[in-house]
C-alpha cells in the first residue's frame, strides 16, 4: 500500500493532462489543521466533502485521522465519504483510496445540489469539509447564456444544501468548513446580505488564507467555517470604505456592454476584419455583421477591461487593458470607461496601469469582476473634471 504523500504525488500530475484538482493538496492540509471544532479521535466522526473532485480534501481529513490512531480500513470504511458529479473525478478519487486500503470507498457519483440526492447517514456526528465548485458545466447547462449569474451563485448554493441535512437528520454534532473565493457576495457592497443570513445560519469564523494563485493580485481564498453550537468569532476580510469622489464621477463606466458571453460570440462571428471584436482582453474576433452584439458603449472612445478573471494572477483587470476604437464592439465579458478622444483613452489606460492605481486595487477586498463598486476606490485622474 502507499502512503498519503505518494498518492497525492500521483494526482500531482492530473492538472498536466487537463484534469482539474481544485485543491491543492498544501491548502487542504492547512484547512485541515485548523479545524479544532471537532474531536478527531472520536471513532463516530463522519466526514462529507459533496464536492470531492480527485479527493484532496478528503486525503488531508485521513492524514489527520491516521495521526490520531485511527485504522486505515476503518477511515474508509466507516469514517469519510465524498460525492462528485463528474464520473471521471469519482474513478479516479475511487483508484486513489484503494492505493490506501482494500476497503470500498463511500464515492458517490451524483449531483449534490439535486434536490433527489440521499445519503443514507450512518452518523449522528458529521463534519462537512469542501471547496465547492465556483463556475461547473452543471450550471451552463441550466441557464445556458446566462451563465455570468448561474456560476455567481452556485458556491452559495453548496452552502445552502448542506445546511439542509441538519434540519433533514438533527445530527448531535454537525459542522461546515468551506473553503470559497471572496467574492462580491462575501465582501463588498453585498457583504451585508449575505454575511448576516449566514451567521444566522452558524457561521462563525472567516479566515483569510491570501492569495489563490502564485503572484495573485486579484481576489484572496475565504475559509468559512459554521457551527449552529458556536458564537460568531471574528471575519478577517476587513473592507474600507470608498471614496466620496472617484474616478466613476470623472468618468462614465459601461459594465457588461456587449449582448453576447464568449461562447456565443465564437459561433456568432465570421471573420471578415471588417467589425472588430474585443471578446476578452486576450482574445479578438472579426465579423461582417453590422451591430450584431449590440454594444451600448460603442461610437466612442474607451478604455476596455475584461471583466472575467485572470488565473494567472498577473493583471488587477483579468488580462491587458486596450483603448478601444469608437468602430470596435466590446463582448458582454468586457466594461469599459467612456472618454472624449483617443489621447485622452491613452493617458486614462497608462493612469489605471500605474502603480498607484494597482496598489490600491490589490488591496480591495472585492473580486477581479472590476465593477463599479471596485472601481470607487480609485481617485480621480484630473481633480479637476471632478464636479
Known amino acids: 500500500m502507499y502512503t498519503i504523500d505518494q498518492v497525492v504525488r500521483k494526482l500531482d500530475i492530473l492538472p498536466s493532462i487537463g484534469i482539474e484538482t481544485r485543491t491543492p493538496f498544501s491548502t487542504a492540509r492547512e484547512v485541515v489543521s485548523d479545524l479544532n471544532d471537532i474531536d ?65 470507498p463511500t464515492i458517490l457519483c451524483e449531483d449534490s445540489l439535486d434536490e433527489n440526492w ?14 465547492a465548485p465556483f463556475n461547473d458545466d452543471q450550471t451552463k447547462k441550466n441557464n445556458k447564456d446566462n451563465y455570468r449569474s448561474a456560476s455567481k451563485n452556485i458556491t452559495l448554493q453548496f452552502y445552502d444544501k448542506m445546511l439542509e441535512l441538519d434540519d433533514r437528520f438533527n445530527f448531535d454534532q454537525f459542522s461546515i468548513t468551506g473553503i470559497s473565493p471572496v467574492r462580491g457576495w462575501w465582501a463588498g457592497k453585498n457583504k451585508s446580505k449575505n454575511f448576516e443570513k449566514y451567521v444566522e445560519k452558524g457561521l462563525y ?36 470604505t470608498p471614496l466620496e469622489r472617484s474616478i466613476l464621477d470623472e468618468y462614465e463606466m459601461a459594465i457588461c456592454v456587449g449582448k453576447w458571453t464568449t461562447e456565443p460570440i465564437k459561433a456568432k462571428a465570421k471573420k471578415s476584419g ?3 471584436i474585443v471578446v476578452t ?7 461582417n455583421s453590422n451591430n450584431l452584439f449590440k454594444d451600448k458603449s ?25 483603448v478601444i476604437e469608437p468602430d470596435t464592439y466590446l463582448s458582454y ?27 490600491i486595487m490589490a488591496e480591495i477586498k472585492v473580486s477581479n469582476t472590476n465593477t463599479k463598486y471596485h472601481f470607487s476606490f480609485v481617485p480621480p485622474m484630473n481633480k479637476s473634471n471632478v464636479k
Open 333 to 359: 465579458s468586457m466594461s469599459c470607461f467612456i472618454v472624449k478622444n483617443k489621447a485622452e483613452a491613452i493617458k486614462l489606460k497608462e493612469y489605471l496601469e500605474s502603480d498607484e492605481v494597482l496598489s
Open 40 to 104: 478527531w479521535k472520536d471513532p463516530d466522526q463522519m466526514f462529507l466533502d459533496p464536492a470531492c473532485g480527485v479527493g484532496t480534501l478528503l486525503f488531508a481529513v485521513i492524514e489527520k485521522l491516521l495521526e490520531n490512531g485511527h485504522d486505515i480500513d476503518y477511515i474508509i470504511s466507516d469514517m469519510i465519504c465524498g460525492a462528485d458529479i463528474d464520473p471521471v473525478q469519482c474513478m479516479l478519487v475511487e483508484s486513489a483510496f484503494k492505493m490506501l486500503s482494500n476497503v470500498t
Open 205 to 240: 469564523k472567516v479566515q483569510n488564507k491570501g492569495k489563490p494563485f502564485k503572484n495573485n493580485h486579484t481576489g484572496e481564498i475565504g475559509v468559512f467555517h459554521f457551527n449552529k453550537d458556536e458564537s460568531f468569532k471574528y471575519d478577517e476580510f476587513v473592507q474600507s
Open 298 to 322: 460603442r461610437g466612442s472612445w474607451r478604455v476596455g477591461i475584461n471583466h472575467n478573471g485572470n488565473k494567472e494572477g498577473n493583471s488587477l483587470y483579468g488580462g491587458p487593458l486596450h
Open 281 to 287: 482582453s486576450g482574445n479578438i474576433l472579426y465579423t
Open 274 to 276: 471588417k467589425y472588430k
Open 118 to 131: 440521499e445519503w443514507d447517514m450512518k452518523t449522528k456526528k458529521l463534519k462537512v469539509v469542501m471547496n
